[in-house]
C-alpha cells in the first residue's frame, strides 16, 4: 500500500510500500551536484544510520538520508521500480555541474533473489558523494521543490567495533547441507538439469548492535578489487559485476568456478593454473558465460565475449573470471538490462527455470536479496548493478544479528565436502571483516 508522503515543510519525503504496479504521485525533486575538494576515504565519512555505498578501490558513490524510497515484491518488482525512478526523474529539476557518470541524483537498490518473498528497494539519498579519476563530488537532493543547501561533510567518524561475534549455524549444518549438495548432484546425473548453485547461511551474533560501517571499512580496505556496497543493512564486497551501462557502453563480469587460496604464494600459482584446466570448472562457467551473453544479446548491437576465462584472485579464493563488453543497441536502462540477467547461472543454474525450482525444493533456505542485483542507476539510467555475493543481511528487528551467505555451483563432478570447504572460504570476508 502506497504510504506518504511524510514529514513536514523542509523534510518532506516520499516513502512508498506496495505490492501493486506503483501508481501513487511523486513528488518535484530538485538536485543539485558540485564538484568539491578531496574529503577523505568515501566509507569513512558514512554517518552511523543507514549507509548507502559501492565503493571498488576507493572510488564511487556513498550516501546517507533518505530523500525518497519505493519497495515491492512479485514478479514485476524491477519493472516497477524502474517506472518510478523513471516518473520521479521526468519532473525532476537537476543541476549538474560535474557531468560524470553517477552525478546528479542517484538511486540505490537492492532486489530480492526469488519473486517472493521479500521487498526490493530503491533509495534515493539526500546526500550523495562520489570519487572518480581524481574527481570528487557531493550531490545533494529536496523533494520539498527547493535548491537544497550545501551539506558540510562529516570528517572520519569513528566506528564502533562489533563486540566478540559469535557464528552459528543458519538453516542447515554442514553436514546437512551436503546432504542436499549430494541430492542435486544425483538430480543432475539423472539429467534433470545440468547445474545448480545451492547456498547455506550462517547466523553471526554480537553482544551490542552492529555498526555496519565497521564491516564496511574492512571489506573496502582488504577486497579493494571488489565491489563494496550497503543498502538496507545487506552489505558485503562481491567480486561479480552483473552489469554496468556507461554512456552506451554495456560490461559485466562473469565469475564461475573457484579454488581456494592456501596462502602459500607458489602453491597458489600453482592452484591458480590448474582451476584454469579444470574441466569441471571450465563447464561451470562457460554455463555461467552463455547465460550472460544470452541475456545481453537483445540489448547490444556488437558483443566481444572471450573464449577463454582468467583467473582472478582475492584474498580468500580465486575464480574463473570472464569480462563480457558490448555496444548498446537502444535505451534500456541498467536496471532493465539486471533484470534480464537475473538470476544468471552464476547464481541460479541451467537451465534456469528447472535449476530456480530445485533450488526452492532442496535449499531450505530464504535467500532474501542474496544473490541478486545490487547497485544503483542515474538519471540517464547509467547504473552499476553487481551479484550480492560475500554479503551478510543486518536482522531488521535485532541489529545484534546477522545472516552470512554463500553458495556453491554444483556440475556433475562436484563433490559434497569440497563444495562445503568452498561455501567456507566465501564466508571468510564477511566474517573476517566482522571479528577483526
Ligand atoms: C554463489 C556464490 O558464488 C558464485 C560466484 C562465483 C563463483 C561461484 C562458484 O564457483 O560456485 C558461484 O557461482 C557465492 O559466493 O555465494
Not at 121 to 130: F, K
Not at 299 to 326: I, K, Q, W
Request: proline content about 8%; overall charge negative; glycine content about 8%.
Amino acid at each position: 500500500m502506497p504510504s506518504g508522503p511524510t514529514g513536514h515543510a523542509g523534510e518532506l519525503r516520499l516513502t512508498l510500500v506496495t505490492s501493486a504496479p506503483v501508481t501513487a504521485p511523486v513528488p518535484q525533486l530538485v538536485a543539485r551536484s558540485v564538484e568539491i575538494p578531496d574529503p577523505g576515504p568515501l566509507l569513512s565519512l558514512l554517518p552511523d544510520t543507514s549507509p548507502y555505498a559501492w565503493v571498488r578501490g576507493g572510488q564511487g558513490l556513498v550516501g546517507w538520508g533518505e530523500a525518497a524510497r519505493v519497495e515491492t515484491s512479485g514478479a514485476h518488482r524491477f519493472a516497477e521500480l524502474e517506472a518510478w525512478w523513471r516518473t520521479l526523474i521526468n519532473t525532476a529539476v537537476v543541476r549538474d555541474e560535474v557531468q560524470l557518470p553517477g552525478s546528479g541524483p542517484v538511486a540505490f537498490g537492492s532486489f530480492t533473489f526469488d519473486d517472493e518473498p521479500g521487498t526490493s528497494t530503491l533509495v534515493l539519498p539526500e546526500t550523495i558523494v562520489g570519487h572518480r579519476d581524481g574527481r570528487w563530488w557531493v550531490t545533494t537532493v529536496s523533494v520539498a521543490g527547493n535548491l537544497p543547501p550545501l551539506p558540510t561533510l562529516p570528517s572520519a567518524t569513528s566506528v564502533r567495533r562489533p563486540g566478540a561475534i559469535s557464528f552459528a549455524d543458519g538453516q542447515l549444518t554442514g553436514a546437512d547441507w551436503e546432504i542436499v549438495v549430494a541430492s542435486a548432484v544425483d538430480r543432475i546425473n539423472a539429467g534433470e538439469l545440468e547445474k545448480v548453485v545451492l547456498a547455506r547461511d550462517l547466523v553471526a551474533e554480537s553482544p551490542h548492535p552492529i555498526d555496519t560501517r565497521w564491516p564496511l571499512r574492512r571489506l573496502g580496505e582488504h577486497y579493494s578489487r571488489c565491489w563494496t556496497f550497503s543498502v538496507d543493512g545487506l552489505l558485503g564486497a562481491t567480486p561479480e559485476l552483473l552489469v554496468r551501462r556507461e554512456r552506451g557502453l554495456v560490461t559485466s563480469r562473469v565469475l564461475a568456478g573457484t579454488i581456494r587460496r592456501t596462502h602459500d604464494d607458489v602453491h597458489d600459482l600453482a592452484l591458480a593454473a590448474s582451476l584454469a584446466r579444470s574441466s569441471k570448472d571450465l563447464e561451470e562457467h562457460e554455463f555461467a558465460v552463455r547465460s550472460v551473453a544470452d541475456a545481453l544479446a537483445p540489448y547490444c548491437s556488437s558483443m566481444n565475449v572471450p573464449e577463454t576465462p582468467f583467473v582472478l584472485h582475492l584474498s580468500n579464493v580465486m575464480h574463473l573470471a570472464t569480462d563480457v563488453t558490448g555496444v548498446a543497441s537502444g535505451q534500456a536502462s541498467s536496471l532493465a538490462m539486471a533484470a534480464a540477467l537475473h538470476p544468471s547461472a552464476a547464481v541460479g543454474g541451467t537451465p534456469t527455470d528447472r535449476a530456480i525450482e530445485l533450488i526452492r525444493e532442496l535449499e531450505g533456505l530464504d535467500r532474501g536479496r542474496y544473490a541478486a542485483p545490487i547497485g544503483w542507476i542515474d538519471s540517464a539510467g547509467d547504473g552499476e548493478w553487481g551479484i550480492a555475493l560475500r554479503c551478510a543481511q543486518l536482522d531488521p528487528s535485532d541489529p545484534t544479528r546477522m545472516r552470512l551467505f554463500a553458495g556453491c555451483g554444483i556440475v556433475a563432478g562436484s563433490n559434497p565436502a569440497e563444495e562445503l570447504a568452498e561455501s567456507a572460504a566465501k564466508l571468510i570476508p564477511m566474517r573476517d571483516a566482522l571479528v577483526r
